[in-house]
């Protein structure tokens, strides 16, 4: 069993894994179509879904982890 900090740490290694590979296979589709307009469409795509999807959905699961009393499994 283990603490709130440490799941926490769990997620976002398991996140950074996920988001390194996708992160590989863009930059692998790129490799041949690489060009300003593409790379700028990318990042305007990140940003929304930054700010729409992902940091919402992880503040709210960091308060529920942080939620937790006591020690919990780690899945």
Excluded: C
Aim: aromatic share 16%; glycine share 10%.
């Amino acid at each position: 069993m283990v603490r709130q900090k440490t799941l926490l740490l769990f997620a976002g290694i398991v996140w950074l894994i996920a988001g390194g590979n996708v992160l590989k296979i863009g930059l692998e589709t790129y490799q041949d179509h690489l060009s300003s307009g593409n790379l700028l469409l990318s990042v305007l795509v990140f940003l929304i879904f930054w700010f729409m999807i992902f940091g919402p959905m992880t503040k709210k699961h960091q308060q529920r982890i942080l939620s937790y009393s006591g020690k919990r499994y780690f899945w």
